[in-house]
């Protein structure tokens, strides 16, 4: 596998130079200062491309072009948003990056409530607690219908949720959700994410997997000759948000989505901290059921708390997934394919000088170094012991 790594670009708080002392070779990162639905100048490709080989690294992934909100709705003029996403991934290609993952996660990429949340060891990770989404998009956002999409009891814990909450602590919750974290595709206020909500009126699941159709219909046929591949992102966390459709939460899913091309272009991102949420989800035979058609991988735990919806961000080998079964099946598709499958450690926890020091929300230096570390040794013991 490629030890890789995710960076944000120039303005990133870890810079190349520190990427390179972890040992990673691999950089995953994209042009985000590009405005969603903007074709990627390939001069601009270039330039980053170099910046990070003049550092002694390679990039091997786009992540990602972002997929703009007309495709997801099919709104009228997305066809030349699609078009625009093809020539991105084209140009990417000529490049040498090959490897581009995406979303089709409906308004909201990746969702958590707390970005600070202590652990018993004082260490400080991502969560997502139900109650105060509930209470978030009841209470705060104050989405019509709302309380339809919860029980009593649901309902009885946002409010006592929100009763503990003070001003700062509601806004703080605001802006967790709706501000746009690390990578993700849109920031917005109470006011454009209402209306952005609005835009995905009477499009259901069936929907929201035909609009998926429609796009790899356009932008599959030139990735392909450009002898690029893709690398859907399942759905973080795993489940409906704000009464949208989800579409990438199970294997059955992505199984769906795999059959609309015969291609294995058509892949997948294996992200293991998100389809880990899903009590359901048996992360190893995913893996396997996926096969060639994995193309990258987010090699993170996540941990299911008393109430099953919500969760926190655990230890790279802890949390509610084998790892050790994920990597097995991981290495045995490399050996049997011959493909090198980059991967990342992912939302490592703030630990040591991370506390003190400046880092991206689930981007600290020293807690992905650990996470990195520890998965660089369960490979060295994987393979250690397929050679025995």
Same mark, same amino acid.
């Given at each position: 596998?490629? /030890?890789?790594?995710?960076? *944000?670009?120039?303005?990133?708080?870890?810079?190349?130079?520190?990427?390179?002392? @972890?040992?990673?070779?691999?950089?995953?990162?994209?042009?985000?200062?590009?405005?969603?639905?903007?074709?990627?100048?390939?001069?601009?490709?270039?330039?980053?491309?170099?910046?990070?080989?003049?550092?002694?690294?390679?990039?091997?992934?786009?992540?990602?072009?972002?997929?703009?909100? !007309?495709?997801?709705?099919?709104?009228?003029?997305?066809?030349?948003?699609?078009?625009?996403?093809?020539?991105?991934?084209?140009?990417?290609?000529?490049?040498?990056?090959?490897?581009?993952?995406?979303?089709?996660?409906?308004?909201?990429?990746?969702?958590?409530?707390?970005?600070? *949340?202590?652990?018993? &060891?004082?260490?400080?990770?991502?969560?997502?607690?139900?109650?105060?989404?509930?209470?978030?998009?009841?209470?705060?956002?104050?989405?019509?219908?709302?309380? @339809?999409?919860?029980?009593?009891?649901? =309902?009885?814990?946002?409010?006592?949720?929100?009763?503990?909450?003070?001003?700062?602590?509601? &806004?703080?919750?605001?802006?967790?959700?709706?501000?746009?974290?690390?990578?993700?595709?849109?920031?917005?206020?109470?006011?454009? *994410?209402?209306?952005?909500?609005?835009?995905?009126?009477?499009?259901?699941?069936?929907?929201?997997?035909?609009?998926?159709?429609?796009?790899?219909?356009?932008? #599959?046929?030139?990735? /392909?000759?450009?002898?690029?591949?893709?690398?859907?992102?399942?759905?973080?966390?795993?489940?409906?948000?704000?009464?949208?459709?989800? =579409?990438?939460?199970?294997?059955?899913?992505?199984?769906?989505?795999?059959?609309?091309?015969?291609?294995?272009?058509?892949? *997948?991102? #294996?992200?293991?901290?998100?389809?880990?949420?899903?009590?359901?989800?048996?992360?190893?035979?995913?893996?396997?059921?996926?096969?060639?058609?994995?193309?990258?991988?987010?090699?993170?735990?996540?941990?299911?708390?008393? &109430?099953?919806?919500?969760?926190?961000?655990?230890?790279?080998?802890?949390? !509610?997934? &084998?790892?050790?079964?994920?990597?097995?099946?991981?290495?045995?598709?490399?050996?049997?394919?011959?493909?090198?499958?980059?991967?990342?450690?992912?939302?490592?926890?703030?630990?040591?000088?991370? #506390?003190?020091?400046?880092?991206?929300?689930?981007?600290?230096?020293?807690?992905?170094?650990?996470?990195?570390?520890?998965?660089?040794?369960?490979?060295?013991?994987? !393979?250690?012991?397929?050679?025995?």
């Amino acid at each position: 596998m490629i /030890e890789s790594w995710r960076w *944000f670009g120039p303005d990133d708080p870890v810079s190349l130079q520190d990427v390179r002392q @972890t040992g990673a070779t691999g950089i995953v990162t994209a042009l985000h200062e590009i405005q969603n639905g903007v074709l990627w100048p390939e001069e601009d490709i270039a330039a980053r491309r170099q910046m990070i080989e003049d550092a002694g690294l390679t990039w091997v992934v786009a992540e990602s072009i972002p997929v703009h909100e !007309d495709i997801k709705t099919g709104a009228p003029g997305w066809e030349r948003r699609a078009q625009n996403w093809a020539e991105s991934a084209k140009a990417l290609a000529r490049q040498g990056i090959t490897t581009i993952c995406y979303n089709f996660m409906p308004v909201l990429d990746w969702t958590r409530t707390d970005l600070d *949340f202590e652990l018993a &060891d004082g260490a400080r990770a991502l969560r997502f607690e139900f109650a105060a989404f509930a209470a978030f998009d009841m209470f705060i956002l104050d989405r019509e219908g709302a309380e @339809t999409d919860y029980s009593d009891t649901d =309902i009885a814990a946002a409010e006592g949720f929100l009763a503990r909450c003070s001003r700062d602590d509601r &806004d703080r919750l605001t802006a967790n959700i709706i501000a746009g974290l690390p990578g993700s595709e849109e920031s917005y206020t109470l006011a454009t *994410f209402k209306e952005r909500l609005d835009a995905y009126r009477g499009i259901d699941r069936e929907g929201h997997f035909q609009h998926l159709r429609n796009f790899l219909d356009v932008v #599959l046929p030139a990735v /392909e000759e450009a002898g690029a591949v893709l690398a859907l992102h399942p759905d973080d966390p795993p489940r409906p948000l704000f009464a949208l459709p989800r =579409i990438a939460s199970t294997q059955s899913d992505l199984e769906r989505i795999a059959s609309m091309s015969d291609s294995s272009a058509n892949g *997948f991102t #294996l992200c293991t901290g998100s389809l880990g949420v899903h009590p359901d989800n048996d992360l190893p035979e995913i893996a396997a059921a996926l096969g060639d058609r994995i193309h990258f991988a987010h090699l993170r735990a996540t941990r299911r708390e008393d &109430d099953p919806r919500s969760f926190y961000e655990d230890a790279h080998l802890e949390g !509610d997934i &084998d790892m050790i079964a994920i990597i097995r099946v991981l290495r045995q598709l490399e050996a049997r394919t011959g493909k090198h499958i980059p991967m990342r450690p992912d939302h490592g926890h703030r630990i040591l000088n991370d #506390l003190s020091g400046t880092s991206t929300p689930g981007y600290p230096a020293i807690g992905r170094l650990r996470g990195l570390s520890e998965l660089r040794g369960v490979l060295r013991t994987v !393979d250690a012991y397929e050679r025995l």
